[in-house]
């Protein structure tokens, strides 16, 4: 077998090709098959056929929502593992491949090819001709950047830590509003890119106890790591910390400054270089038995995951104005080096547009900020496409049927977006749809209308969901293209007898509308007023 590194841009194994055929065809194509076909596949990870990254946002997202609706305490605790495939345990990645049923022969092949392999080292200036290695005496660990047995092993591994973590009884047990559907998810892992997630034992829970929930979990699942070999990286790591106040009789987020005291500072790199101290309530451990503090991110600051930006309180502003810049740096590379219109239009739409829409669908943001944002690129960009730029915006986002330049709407393509995802996941029972499914009983709980809420006027009712939620978000959208989402009447609030109103509905009709329709609702839910009121009740206090 013979075995080339390259160091150009990381370390990668480049292997025989018999080999990694072989590799890809036993444990990629086989063994993820039969562990799908057996739910071997915990929920937490999304690396799987079937699923996708986006899968993994918007698990957070609508995470995050229900916390932001029932005013329930809750942490995301980003942790990163760091070269995943290369820190392998070869004990522990053998048992966990024998879980999953793979033969003994099978796993020893791998196992002690790898152990035993023979390494030459290629670079830019040339190859080595000596080859390095060990020996069964001394061998090495790890997968290998390369090999075709390597995500899947990994993913056996990630199993096994996910679900010895989740055994520990930590993770999030969440019961639906309505249908008080029971769900239970511990994590959202994409490979080694994981996000904890944590909630509180009671709303009522205090922070101080609530963050030693949350330190002993991340203790807990770093040790877990370290058992497979593996370790969280300190400088990608981070945690979120949703817990409420009230403030002038209205329950919001608290922001960094209203936690209890950080147990210590970080010095963090910025963007820009800068060095920035921030406080942190978190330690993640290491293998050397150290524990590194990670820093606390406010629920209002934006990170960055998979090419998306997220932040708890609902505002991806960040992440349209990261996707924008995408399209600066491409009308910049257009004038440094101009191409005819012809090709500068297939490159906008084979090349910019996939770019500057990706992670549209998990985009929380308000119609008005989404059209200003977009628009500042589109004055960039139309003359490099030989177009006016001072044309009406009518004309540039008119079909090319109808004489008009047919540019996207990116207020249309979000609501699309959002609506494919919908089609894609309602009904069924992978993590992001079971989410979606609690996320959309509590926004219609607090909403407290009854029949289809998404084809209620959100100018009139909007006020009676909270800001920053996926599933207002997409009603914001819809009632401005004039779209009517239809779901199933399962999904609805019905009237239980005949003649039954809801309390919000008579408040709306009576003229009630805006701060004191909110007022009026926030009252409803602390009073603890069920949805419904039957007619006679009115007629009876009249």
Partial sequence: MVITMSTSCGQSVFFEADFNWWNKLVFARRMMSLAGENNAIPEELFAKAGSHCLDYTMSKTFVSDVSKVLHHPASLGTCDLGVCYDQGAHGTSGISLRAWRQPVNAVRIVLNSFETMQFCLRTGFGESNDFFGDTEDNPIAGWGQGSGAAPAAFSCLSALMVNAYKRMGHGAKLTSCYAARMFLIAAAMYVDDTDLIHWADSPHTDDDEFIAQVQQATTNFGMRAHAGGGALKPVKCSSYFLTYHTVNGKTMLKPLSKLPAPSAWVDVTQKDGSIKLEPSHISVPQPDGSSVPIPTKDVTEATEMLGMFFAPIGNSVPH?????????TWADRLM????????????????LYPAISYGLASAVIKRSKLDLLMSALYYKILPLL?????INVFWHLLSERYQGLGLPNFVADCLAAKLFFVQCKWGFESA????MVHAYEAFMVEVGLYGNILSTSFDVAGCLATDG????????FASYLEVDVELAE???????????QSWMAVFLEAGFVGKVAERLNRMRKVKGWSISQMERRVTDDS
């Fill in 469 to 476: 939620t996926w599933f207002k978000n997409l009603w914001e």
């Fill in 490 to 500: 399962d999904h609805h609030f019905l009237p239980v007898q005949e003649g039954d």
């Fill in 432 to 435: 992001s749809a079971q989410l």
């Fill in 320 to 328: 349209i104005e990261a996707m924008r810049e995408k399209g600066f």
């Fill in 386 to 390: 030989g177009v006016n730029r001072c």
């Fill in 336 to 351: 440094t080096r101009p191409l005819p219109s012809r090709d500068a239009w297939l490159s906008f739409f084979l090349h």
